[in-house]
T-cell receptor, first 113, second 113 residues
Framework: NAGVTQTPKFQVLKTGQSMTLQCAQD?????MYWYRQDPGMGLRLIYY???????DKGEVPNGYNVSRLNKREFSLRLESAAPSQTSVYFC????????????FGPGTRLTVT | GEDVEQSLFLSVREGDSSVINCTYT??????LYWYKQEPGAGLQLLTY?????DMKQDQRLTVLLNKKDKHLSLRIADTQTGDSAIYFC?????????????FGGGTRLMVKP
């Protein structure tokens, strides 16, 4: 049982390049989330998916798109990367919406130059 | 609006107690959480408290909630060097669309031997 996995672990992009961050969970969870973590700012929610087939914006969605490919996988896409998107990105999942515990992946460290 | 605040840094000696404080503004929060992040890793849930409780104890951890002042604290008894990490408080509102967590900026706990 791997829990929540993320790829890649590290990535360097040039301004304007695109990339997709991958996330998968093997816990049969319904809800999945993407956060970014910046120093001193905690985690901020980018997008979430309450269940397969649905996605909704979080606090900081601009510059990102998401796809809930199936129940296991939730990807985050940067269409045209900007230096302001340099951050550590975390994917998380929970059994369902409500107040259930969220389980986090190990993170992807992204640098945009 | 939502705002969760924590002090940035706390240093204690091994064997002492640590108290990490957090203030929040959303009075409709249903659960409040403490997460721990070790270097290079994702967040891991330590403990949580329901908003109608004022105290919860779990082994070396004690959570105190003052709902009137919107103040949450985490006490770690007999702090060990392995407790060195960043601690995040988070609040959650019951939202059928998903478990919407708002995180504080994190408190870095350093435990000196």
């Amino acid at each position: 049982n791997a829990g929540v996995t993320q790829t890649p672990k590290f990535q360097v992009l040039k301004t304007g390049q695109s990339m997709t961050l991958q996330c998968a969970q093997d816990m049969n969870h319904n809800s999945m989330y993407w956060y970014r973590q910046d120093p001193g700012m905690g985690l901020r929610l980018i997008y979430y998916s309450a269940s397969e087939g649905t996605t909704d914006k979080g606090e900081v969605p601009n510059g990102y798109n998401v796809s809930r490919l199936n129940k296991r996988e939730f990807s985050l896409r940067l269409e045209s990367a900007a230096p302001s998107q340099t951050s550590v990105y975390f994917c998380a999942s929970s059994v369902q919406g409500g107040v259930y515990e969220q389980y986090f992946g190990p993170g992807t460290r992204l640098t945009v130059t | 609006g939502e705002d969760v605040e924590q002090s940035l840094f706390l240093s204690v000696r091994e064997g002492d107690s640590s108290v990490i404080n957090c203030t929040y503004t959303d009075s409709s929060s249903t659960y409040l959480y403490w997460y721990k992040q070790e270097p290079g890793a994702g967040l891991q849930l330590l403990t949580y408290i329901f908003s109608n409780m004022d105290m919860k104890q779990d082994q070396r951890l004690t959570v105190l909630l003052n709902k009137k002042d919107k103040h949450l604290s985490l006490r770690i008894a007999d702090t060990q060097t392995g407790d060195s990490a960043i601690y995040f408080c988070a609040e959650s509102r019951n939202n059928n669309a998903g478990n919407m967590l708002t995180f504080g900026g994190g408190t870095r706990l350093m435990v000196k031997p």
